[in-house]
C-alpha cells in the first residue's frame, strides 16, 4: 500500500473511504498534513474568499464571527498512510469540551512517552492537530495560546520530571456564546429568616425584593466553525410585582428593579400587593399552623393573638416569638419562648414558658419565667419574675426577685428578693419568705463585680508604678554625685568664657529631664491613689444597700413569715420572724453591728 496524496474539506469521510479501499480498520491508517487553507464567506461577500491569518478579527468584527451569517471551512492537503509508531514519543489524550464545544482541553494520560528530545514540541503540536482534525475540528484560527500551552508543559516535565497525574493542556478555543438570562424575582426578605417561621421582619432601607431584567444571549461559534444560536431569554415576571407605595420604594438601573422597605416591619402580601406592616393580628399562634413569629424587637412589628376571648389558646406548645409588642389574648403553652419590648397576656403562661421583656410585661396569671423592666400580673401562681420593679395583685408560691416589689395579697410559700424596698398590703398565708439581698438583684451585682474588677487592676497599677518610681528613685540618688562633678565642670568652663564640654551638657540635661519625669510620676501615682479612694468611698455606698432598704407590710405579722436581710459586704444573715403590728422593718447601724428597726 502506497501512500495517497488528497486534498479534501472533509478528512473524516476520506478516511473512512480510503480504509475500506485498503481494507483496513479506520485506526490503522494516518496521515501527515501537508498544507491547508481557510476560507470564508460573510455577510456581502458573493464568493469564498481564502484567509492567511490564524486571527479573523483581523478581516471582520467579532459581531459578525458570531451571526449566522459568516459560513467558515478549512481545505486540507493530506498524505495518507498506514499507521505507525513513533519510536521516540508517544502522546497519550483524551479530549473533552464544554457542551457548545467551543473550548477544547487534551486530557495528558500521565503513561504518554514524552523525553526532553529534539522534535518533541513538533510532534505534540502536529499528533493534537490529527485528533482535532479526525474529530471535525479546525486548526490554525482555533488554537488560542496552543504553542505556549505545551511550552508550559515542556518546562513542567523539566523542572518536575515526567507526569504523575493527568495533566490539562488547552488545545482549542474558538466563539463561546454566552447565554441569555431570564428574568427572575428575587425575595431578599426570607434569605435571612431561619425555618419555620413565618414572620419577615425587615428595618427601614433593607433590600426585600429584586426583579431581575431578562438579558439577551450572545451567540459563539465552536471549534468545527459552526455557528452557536442560544435562543433568547424568558420573560415570566414582568408584571408580576406589584407594591404599596406607602411602604416600599423602587429604585431601577440596568440591571434590576430593586425595591427597599420604607419603614420598620415585616414583608405581607395582601391582594397580590407587597407591603410592609406593622400590626400583625392572628386567631392563634401554633408550632404547625403558623411556626415561630421572630423578626426581632429592633422591628416595629406589633402582633395581637387571639379571637377574642381571654380564655381561648392562643399561643401553642413550642412556638418561639420575638417582635416589639405582643398582645395576648388567650393562654401561652408549654415550651414557648417570647422576647418582646411590650407584651402584654390576658389569660396565663404555661409552667415551662419563657418570656423576656425589654419593657413593661402584663399578665393576668403567671405560671413561667419572667424577666423584664416592669412587671404586673394579677396573680403570680408558682411562677418566677425577675425585673426592676415588680406589682402582684395575689401571689400564692413562687419567687420574685426585683428592686423594688409591691404584693396586694400575700398567700403562702412565696420567696421575694428585693434591693430596695418590699411592700406587702396584706398576708393571708404562712411559709413565706421576704428577703433584702442586693447582690441576689443582677443589675446591683453587675454593678459591685464590675467596681471590686476595676478597683483591683487600680491597686496593681499603683503597685507596679510605685515599684517603678522607687526604682528610678534610687538611680538618681546614685547620680547625685556624678551631677555634682558635672555641674563644677560647666561651672568652671563658664568662669573661664569657655563652652562647656558636650558630654557634660547632655549629661546634665538628661539628669533634669529624669526629675522631670520623676515629679511627673508622682503626680500620676496621687492621682491614681485619689481615684483608688473614690472607688472606695462608691464601695461604701454599696455596701451600706441593706441599710437604705425597707421591708413594709400594713397589717399585724402572725409569726409565721420570715425575714432576712443579708449583707452584701459581709454576707452575714440577720433574721427575724415578726409576730404583731410592724409597719416598717429596716436595719441600722449601730457601732460595728446592724441591728433591726422597727416602725409600728
Known sequence: MHAIKIKTFTIVNELKRIAQQWNLPLDAIDFDLLSYETLYQGAIDEDWRT??????????????????LLMIKQEYQLLVHPHILNPYFDLKFTMASDKYKSKIVAVIDPSSKLPLKKGLQEYIKETI?????????????????????????LLKIQKEGPLIEPYRLPIAHFYPPSAPTNDNILLHYKKIQRSNNILHGVETDDLIIEYIFAKEGVDGRNCAGEHIHVGSPLIRYANAIKTDSESIRAQTDHLSIRFYAIRSGFVERKNGVFTVSQDLHLKSASYKGTGSLEAGQEKEINIKIG????????????????????????????????????LTIGAQTHKKSLIE??????????????????????????????????????????????????????????????LESIEIKKIVGNGNELIINPRAVQSYLDQITTLESELAKKKLDLQRKGKEYLQKEIILKDQQNHIKQTLENINNAIRKNKEPMKADQIRLAQYKSAIASLKSEEVMIKAHEDAIHAFERKFDNLYKADLQAVITHHQPYDGHTRIRFIDPKTHKVHSITP?????????????????FLFES
Open 579 to 595: 409576730n404583731g403590728r410592724i409597719t416598717h422593718i429596716r436595719l441600722q447601724q449601730e457601732g460595728d453591728e446592724k441591728k
Open 129 to 153: 492537530y490529527r485528533k482535532k482534525l479526525r474529530s471535525g475540528f479546525m486548526i490554525g484560527i482555533t488554537d488560542g495560546n496552543l504553542e505556549q500551552e505545551i511550552n508550559a508543559m
Open 51 to 68: 484567509f492567511d491569518g490564524n486571527n479573523l478579527d483581523e478581516i471582520t468584527t467579532e459581531v459578525e464571527i458570531r451571526s449566522p
Open 357 to 418: 421583656v425589654e419593657g413593661n410585661a402584663t399578665i393576668h396569671l403567671h405560671r413561667g419565667s419572667l424577666k423584664a423592666k416592669h412587671a404586673t400580673v394579677d396573680i403570680l401562681e408558682a411562677g418566677t419574675i425577675e425585673a426592676q420593679s415588680v406589682y402582684v395583685k395575689n401571689m400564692s408560691g413562687g419567687e420574685i426577685i426585683a428592686q423594688r416589689v409591691v404584693i396586694d395579697v400575700l398567700h403562702s410559700n412565696a420567696k421575694i428578693t428585693a
Open 307 to 342: 379571637a377574642g376571648q381571654d380564655g381561648d389558646d392562643a399561643v401553642g406548645s413550642g412556638v418561639n416569638i420575638d417582635v416589639q409588642t405582643l398582645d395576648v389574648k388567650g393562654t401561652v403553652g408549654s415550651n414557648t419562648k417570647i422576647q418582646a419590648s411590650e
